[in-house]
């Protein structure tokens, strides 16, 4: 059976995402970011880069949330735009764009306005200011279209989804406000049972929720060389 590594964080949740949309059986294997399960060599043996997820299937070991979410599209032919140059040069695109864009971008503008030891003004303008222009592009094309490829449910939106959880907490509890077609397609995906089923994950595995010492160790292994 495909093993998930699976900590209720946005990368994560959007191969779990797929797996759920898919159908295909799976077995959780929490990675407790927090705990610094990721660091562990039983998981860093799979995944060197240290970071959930990773997936496992058979002798097939993938790591990287937008690789997973490929091998899985093409291993089961689901949640593919059409078989042809012009579109598939599209979900290339988006899905690299979510990859180094949506996803970096997001994550350092959480971390410097709610993680960093101190508050740095210029972190906090430059990944805010990275993080609104990318969302607001993602916004503008869900503005012309339903999907983020056009008419059909992929990949790309389960990537999307994944971060978009995490929009007010990336961008201010207000931000909704200003990406309403975003909204839209994150109220769309987030009522299917398929989203229904990864929000339970959290609850059945009990992820450690404190950032506390040991989960800034574990997470902000840079903020040694600040002590030393
Ligand atoms: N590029 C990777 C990034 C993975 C990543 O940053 N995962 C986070 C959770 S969303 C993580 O494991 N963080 C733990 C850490 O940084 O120590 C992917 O898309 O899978």
């Given at each position: 059976?495909?093993?998930l590594?699976?900590h209720?964080?946005?990368?994560?949740?959007?191969?779990?995402?797929?797996?759920e949309?898919?159908?295909l059986?799976?077995?959780?294997?929490?990675v407790?970011?927090?705990?610094?399960?990721?660091?562990?060599?039983?998981?860093?043996?799979?995944?060197?880069?240290?970071?959930?997820?990773?997936?496992?299937?058979?002798?097939?070991?993938?790591?990287?949330?937008?690789?997973?979410?490929?091998?899985?599209?093409?291993?089961?032919g689901?949640?593919?735009?059409?078989?042809?140059?012009?579109?598939?040069?599209?979900?290339?695109?988006?899905?690299?764009?979510?990859?180094?864009?949506?996803?970096?971008?997001?994550?350092?503008?959480?971390?410097?306005?709610?993680?960093?030891?101190?508050?740095?003004?210029?972190?906090?303008?430059?990944y805010?200011?990275?993080?609104?222009?990318?969302w607001?592009l993602?916004?503008?094309r869900?503005?012309?279209?339903?999907?983020?490829?056009?008419?059909?449910?992929?990949?790309?939106?389960?990537a999307?989804?994944?971060?978009?959880?995490?929009?007010?907490?990336i961008?201010?509890?207000?931000?909704?406000?200003?990406?309403?077609?975003?909204?839209?397609?994150?109220?769309?995906?987030?009522?299917?049972?398929?989203?229904?089923r990864?929000?339970?994950?959290?609850?059945?595995?009990?992820?450690?929720?404190?950032?506390?010492?040991?989960?800034?160790?574990?997470?902000?292994?840079?903020?040694?060389?600040?002590?030393?």
């Open positions: 059976m495909i093993k590594y699976y209720p964080a946005p990368n994560p949740a959007k191969v779990a995402l797929f797996l949309e898919a159908g059986p799976y077995e959780v294997v929490p407790d970011i927090r705990k610094g399960d990721q660091h562990l060599p039983a998981f860093t043996t799979i995944n060197p880069n240290a970071k959930a997820p990773a997936l496992v299937d058979g002798d097939v070991v993938v790591f990287d949330s937008n690789a997973i979410l490929l091998y899985l599209a093409e291993k089961t689901q949640f593919l735009p059409p078989n042809t140059p012009v579109a598939r040069a599209q979900m290339l695109s988006w899905l690299m764009f979510v990859a180094s864009g949506i996803g970096p971008y997001s994550g350092q503008a959480v971390h410097f306005k709610h993680y960093a030891p101190e508050p740095l003004p210029y972190a906090i303008n430059r805010d200011f990275e993080a609104w222009r990318h607001r993602v916004d503008a869900l503005a012309q279209q339903p999907y983020m490829l056009g008419e059909r449910y992929t990949l790309v939106d389960m999307v989804w994944g971060w978009a959880r995490a929009v007010p907490f961008l201010g509890a207000d931000a909704w406000q200003e990406l309403p077609s975003l909204k839209r397609l994150f109220d769309q995906i987030q009522a299917r049972p398929a989203a229904q990864v929000d339970a994950l959290k609850a059945k595995y009990a992820f450690k929720a404190e950032m506390d010492d040991e989960a800034r160790r574990a997470m902000f292994p840079h903020n040694a060389r600040l002590a030393g």
